[in-house]
């Protein structure tokens, strides 16, 4: 029975706790172990799961045998793991009766692989009639610059943004997030700036789908609002803008952006804006990223973004540029020799969705995120106590890589070391969580996670 508190709500009861603690229990074991009728995932725990060699994360792999494996925005797949990523799932398909599905508009040639994966890679069509599929979905005519040199500045941009009452902006990375912000809160009147709203992954989780949720209801209002996000927003964010500015990127990217303009169709092509814009301030310092921006730019430029066969050729440059398919890179040679070899910790240690090198850094974003730093903070905990706690501080997590943290003393300095850590893997902020820009600090614009 449930007892009153002095102010008169209710309070569980010892055995009410542990009667919740266990099913929450429960739930997490049959989660982490796949063993349920239907199972959401990520890429990432699905994949890296699959090349692991830890017992507690292979134990749940035989669960996926004669299953249905769905993989939604397949673009995200790192190019330089595609020959290793493809022949597991042909191994998953051929001996353990699995079927793959992949569901994206930007669908990478993988089929341009084939003669380097074991067995080859000759997937089909669900839908066959794809042409006019693309043909009937177009909702938006893309506008490019006039030429390639054509650059702007971000308070150019601000203001081109500004001329209309609903507009979404994409960038490359969350530094040039944070100054076109910051451009157009100086153009904006004091009392428009609630209508200004600054997305990426300097925002933890929980606030990212906060900020959502008002951007939703203010287009539902038809009421003025803007959005400046990195590519974040490009995959699985269900937003309808009538305006879509999108800084020169990798081709997908731009067809993904441009996905959120007029996406529920209410609007003629001709009454909506999707424009490509090539920031002045433009070197992107991921390798992989900027090799396909400047494969967009260099060979697809003013490209049929609504055309399968634009994406077939791009894909296939960009395998080939990349020579994803040979020799690759250093990681994809030793990868590949690993698996040839059989060399199960390497496998794992070098098969990487993500850069495994990032520490998560609880933030106090909201009451709830104030209590997990707290939390967090608590000495004696036990193994399972500190456990159930990094489990619930997820939706508060910012994401940042290791050696930019220690190199910053501006970032250095608001982070504390999760107590009983022993992995040093955790982390809680203690500076300013900031309502619009989360913890992106003046030092380091750059150090987080795109």
């Known amino acids: 029975m449930a007892d009153r508190t002095k102010d008169g709500s209710s309070e569980l009861s010892n055995e009410e706790k542990d009667a919740e603690w266990e099913n929450e229990r429960r739930r997490r074991l049959l989660s982490e172990n796949w063993d349920a009728p239907l199972v959401v995932t990520t890429s990432v725990q699905f994949f890296e799961s699959l090349f692991a060699n830890r017992p507690s994360t292979c134990r749940k792999l035989h669960n996926v045998a004669k299953s249905v494996v769905y993989f939604d925005e397949a673009q995200t797949l790192p190019t330089g793991l595609a020959v290793a990523t493809l022949g597991a799932l042909n191994a998953l398909m051929k001996d353990y009766g699995v079927t793959v599905v992949f569901g994206t508009a930007t669908q990478p040639a993988f089929k341009a692989l084939s003669s380097h994966i074991p067995d080859g890679w000759q997937p089909r069509e669900i839908i066959q009639d794809t042409q006019n599929i693309f043909k009937d979905l177009k909702r938006v005519m893309p506008v490019w610059p006039s030429s390639r040199t054509e650059k702007m500045e971000w308070p150019e941009v601000a203001q081109g943004l500004v001329e209309h009452d609903q507009a979404l902006c994409v960038v490359n990375l969350k530094k040039h997030a944070a100054e076109l912000t910051r451009a157009m809160l100086e153009i904006l009147p004091s009392q428009s700036h609630g209508s200004l709203f600054h997305l990426s992954t300097a925002l933890c989780p929980a606030h990212r789908q906060a900020v959502l949720k008002k951007i939703r209801a203010l287009l539902e209002e038809k009421k003025t609002v803007y959005l400046i996000a990195t590519q974040c927003i490009e995959a699985g964010v269900d937003v309808d803008f009538p305006v879509v500015w999108r800084a020169m990127g990798p ?86 020799e690993a698996i040839e070899q059989l060399k199960f910790p390497d496998i794992a240690e070098r098969y990487r969705l993500i850069s495994s090198d990032t520490v998560s850094v609880v933030v106090p974003y909201t009451e709830n995120g104030a209590k997990a730093c707290n939390a967090l903070q608590a000495r004696g905990l036990s193994i399972k106590a500190l456990r159930a706690l990094m489990f619930q501080a997820q939706p508060y997590i ?53």
Request: glycine residues 8%; charged residues 25%.
């Open 398 to 450: 910012v994401n940042v890589y290791r050696n930019q943290l220690f190199r910053d003393r501006d970032i250095a300095s608001r982070v504390i070391p999760v107590c009983g850590d022993v992995k040093g893997g955790w982390y809680t902020w203690v500076g300013k969580y900031n309502d619009q820009f989360g913890i992106l600090t003046k030092a380091s614009d750059e150090v987080w996670i795109v």
């Open 251 to 336: 081709l997908e990217s731009l067809a993904q952006a441009f996905g959120r303009c007029n996406r529920e169709g209410r609007l003629q092509p001709e009454e909506c804006e999707a424009r490509v814009f090539v920031p002045m301030e433009d070197d992107i310092p991921m390798p992989g990223y900027k090799q396909a921006a400047s494969v967009a730019a260099s060979h697809y430029w003013e490209a049929d973004l609504h055309s399968p066969e634009v994406f077939d050729s791009y894909f296939s440059k960009l395998y080939s540029d990349q020579d994803i398919g040979g020799e690759g890179s250093r990681l994809q040679r030793e990868l590949r």
